[in-house]
């Protein structure tokens, strides 16, 4: 080609592209000079997760729920961008009641509370483990020796129907105390019958960590651990209606995994110490209460979850119970039409 016809064919080249508009960034409007360039977003990536507030109630606060405090302390829940509305309740049935008529959407609750509700027409389920063994001290007054010495005295416990008190009649059977040889009053939740027994209203009455420790240091004798002599029984679980869960899956599973990653951080020896000052904080103790209820639950009894599992074995033993004291029908309901581990599965895959 001839030079001059070179050049002009170059400048109509340059003219063009002068003319061509720039494409904006995505998203409209211009990008101020300066500003990197939005990142790429990798061909098929799921978008994130919409964030969401899940009620859920505990009853009472004590060591049982400690993997709930770790998530929130370590924004496990952060991280699967969800929120926790925590309610307390004083009573396993209160909590209980409070999930059937949808005030809560997951309730950490008494497994048999959970059962019972089932039989009666609530569509409930446990989804995962809380406390996998039973960790309730009996602490009696400083004036009793033995399980004999409470025979013709009160006990308090936190309900009539309660776990605890099932496990209590039959711990005190095996020892020798059968039910009708003491009494036994409604007290409410770990703190209201811990006052009870200090105030003589009651002669003993089961604790759970640390509570138990406390009142020992205060002279409260320990005269036994239901774990040591039930050690199978999963005293409670998350429990969720299944018709919520269903709606909501991809939110019980963001929970679940939180939940289970919450367990498994606690089983982690490196993690003791700022485990302890959680719990120390958290319920508002001394840290070498919070030690001392670590050793028991994680070192010594395995007692939580290692990754959000229920006890299986656990559940049996509460439908055995139920069924002994006339609360379930004999024979036993299979154990799927109150337990459903597939949502944990589901969530430990995803």
């Not at 036994?224 to 002599?229: P, R, S, T, W, Y």
Request: proline share 7%; aromatic share 8%.
């Amino acid at each position: 080609m001839h030079r001059s016809g070179l050049y002009g064919f170059l400048a109509v080249l340059w003219l063009i592209a002068a003319c061509r508009p720039e494409t904006p960034p995505a998203g409209g409007g211009e990008r101020p000079p300066g500003a990197a360039a939005p990142a790429a977003t990798a061909p098929g990536a799921a978008p994130p997760a919409a964030p969401v507030t899940l009620r859920y109630g505990q009853v009472t606060l004590t060591a049982m729920f400690w993997p709930i405090y770790v998530a929130e302390a370590k924004g496990f829940f952060q991280d699967e961008r969800l929120t926790l509305d925590v309610t307390v309740f004083r009573l396993s049935s209160d909590a209980t009641r409070a999930l059937s008529g949808d005030s809560i959407d997951i309730a950490g609750t008494a497994t048999d509370s959970g059962i019972l509700a089932a039989e009666q027409g609530a569509d409930m389920v446990a989804v995962a483990g809380i406390l996998n063994k039973p960790m309730y001290s009996l602490i009696v007054r400083p004036d009793i020796r033995s399980v004999a010495d409470l025979r013709g005295k009160t006990l308090g416990v936190s309900d009539l129907k309660d776990g605890s008190t099932i496990l209590l009649q039959r711990v005190l059977q095996r020892e020798g105390l059968p039910p009708g040889e003491y009494d036994m009053v409604q007290a409410g939740g770990t703190p209201d019958r811990y006052a009870a027994l200090k105030s003589g209203a009651t002669a003993g009455t089961m604790l759970t960590q640390p509570n138990d420790f406390q009142a020992v240091a205060e002279g409260y004798p320990s005269l036994l651990l239901v774990a040591d002599i039930i050690p199978d029984y999963q005293f409670t679980a998350n429990v969720v209606r299944r018709s919520w869960a269903q709606r909501n899956a991809d939110a019980l599973a963001r929970f679940l995994r939180a939940y289970a990653r919450a367990c498994q951080w606690l089983y982690e020896p490196a993690n003791k110490p700022e485990a302890i000052r959680i719990l120390a904080e958290k319920l508002n103790t001394s840290e070498e209460l919070a030690q001392k209820t670590y050793e028991l639950y994680i070192e010594h009894s395995q007692a939580l979850p290692r990754a959000g599992e229920l006890n299986l074995a656990g559940v049996q033993t509460v439908m055995d119970i139920m069924a002994e004291m006339g609360n379930l029908p004999r024979p036993v309901p299979p154990l799927e039409r109150y337990v459903d581990t597939g949502y944990l599965e589901r969530a430990r895959r995803s």
